[in-house]
């Protein structure tokens, strides 16, 4: 019997780093890059060119595959919701993947299934931004309903003018419609990863704490500390009633702002979705005992799911944005050399300031020695000198 072919859908860092996964697993990855040199065709051997939204390429792509998944979002809708009807498994599924496609039909069915979101409202003209703004105290923020991702598409606005253009080409047809949301006073970000079977098992990690930079997240601290375990059971419950409403198949990942209520426990509110693996699941990694690359190949392949558990007290993943080094594996020997218990993943992506070019996992007992430790790796693939 021929091992399985997963095919994926993108050739960044998240389906090059399903790679590793796959091989232990015995399962061949199949790979819809966008161009040769992309980050996961240097690792994939099956890794045929072609853009996202060519049915040809992915009905190639899709050929003898046991799955269709994705490492983005930005896939037609149409093209997935025909392939399924041609008989051919994607997961998650069309009419899952909308809610990670389209901020309006997220917000709308989030709010049907009765979870906590920010007050929120479509936009079509400036009248609709400017009462939208009256109503939550002159500050808000407009986001594109499509295509926007590590804060582009994403703006805080006090009057209708500082989205002319964006109303503009949404009204001419050229840019995606508008949505504004309150612009919550959040006391910090945490994140919940989900997987989940097609037959409904679903297995969670830890909840954990994201600190973002210019909109892109540029750490993960797991567990979140400090967290009520009452606001712990809540996250959770929320993510887990997410994956199950809009059944969600693989990795969830449900971005969370913690909100302060006077004399309750802290509260939620959901930010964003992800139905892939996702930034804030990188710690696991090595941090966990099934990584989240893992876990979504064995949901995507309805296996049963892996366990989620921390290895160590604390793991902290810092990301790697940008650097002043023409190639960041020129630190490899300096960051080996003074931890060699760091864990490096670099993506193999040409250098562009602020572009995610890797990670750092560091786990331990100590969460501020642990937290000192990967931004200091952090720092020296960025051709810094760590902070002292």
């Known amino acids: 019997m021929a091992a399985p072919v997963v095919a994926?859908?993108?050739g960044g860092q998240l389906a090059r780093m399903m790679a590793p996964a796959?091989?232990?697993?015995?399962?061949?990855?199949r790979v819809l890059v966008e161009e040769p040199t992309s980050s996961a065709a240097q690792v994939v051997v099956d890794a045929p060119v072609g853009a996202a939204s060519d049915a040809a390429a992915i009905e190639r792509l899709t050929d003898g595959a046991a799955v269709l998944t994705f490492e983005h979002e930005h896939v037609p809708n149409a093209l997935l919701e025909r392939l399924a009807h041609d008989g051919v498994p994607v997961r998650p599924g069309a009419h899952a993947l909308v809610h990670a496609q389209d901020k309006a039909v997220m917000r709308r069915r989030l709010e049907a299934l009765g979870l906590p979101c920010p007050r929120w409202s479509p936009v079509a003209s400036a009248d609709d931004v400017d009462r939208f703004l009256a109503q939550v105290g002159g500050e808000a923020v407009a986001k594109t309903t499509r295509g926007g991702y590590d804060g582009k598409g994403v703006r805080v606005v006090r009057s209708a003018a500082d989205v002319t253009d964006w109303l503009a080409a949404a009204a001419a047809g050229s840019g995606a419609p508008l949505?504004?949301?309150?612009?919550?006073?959040?006391?910090?970000?945490?994140?919940?990863?989900?997987?989940?079977?097609p037959?409904?098992?679903?297995?969670?990690?830890?909840?954990?704490?994201?600190l973002q930079q210019d909109g892109v997240c540029a750490e993960v601290v797991a567990p979140a500390p400090g967290l009520d375990p009452r606001t712990e059971a809540l996250a959770v419950d929320v993510a887990v009633r997410v994956a199950e409403g809009l059944d969600v198949v693989g990795v969830?990942?449900?971005?969370?702002?913690?909100?302060?209520?006077?004399?309750?426990?802290?509260?939620?509110?959901?930010?964003?979705?992800?139905?892939r693996p996702h930034n804030s699941g990188h710690w696991t990694m090595d941090g966990a005992v099934t990584s989240q690359f893992e876990q979504h190949l064995r949901a995507v392949l309805d296996l049963p799911l892996g366990a989620t558990d921390a290895r160590a007290p604390w793991t902290v993943m810092a990301n790697v944005l940008g650097?002043?080094?023409e190639d960041p594996t020129d630190a490899l020997a300096a960051v080996t050399a003074a931890d060699p218990a760091a864990k490096v993943h670099l993506y193999g992506k040409q250098v562009r300031p602020g572009r995610k070019l890797g990670h750092v996992n560091v786990s331990g007992p100590d969460l501020e020695d642990v937290r000192r430790r990967a931004r200091d790796a952090a720092a020296l693939l960025r051709g810094e000198q760590p902070a002292r």
Not at 22 to 29: C, E
Not at 254 to 273: D, H, I, K, Y
């Open 323 to 325: 650097s002043t080094l």
């Open 179 to 197: 949505i504004v949301e309150e612009k919550v006073p959040f006391t910090r970000e945490l994140a919940v990863l989900v997987a989940r079977r």
């Open 8 to 10: 994926v859908v993108g």
């Open 22 to 29: 796959a091989t232990a697993l015995g399962v061949r990855l």
């Open 199 to 210: 037959g409904g098992e679903v297995r969670t990690w830890p909840v954990v704490e994201s």
């Open 252 to 275: 969830l990942a449900v971005e969370m702002f913690e909100v302060e209520r006077p004399g309750q426990a802290p509260g939620v509110l959901v930010n964003e979705l992800a139905m």
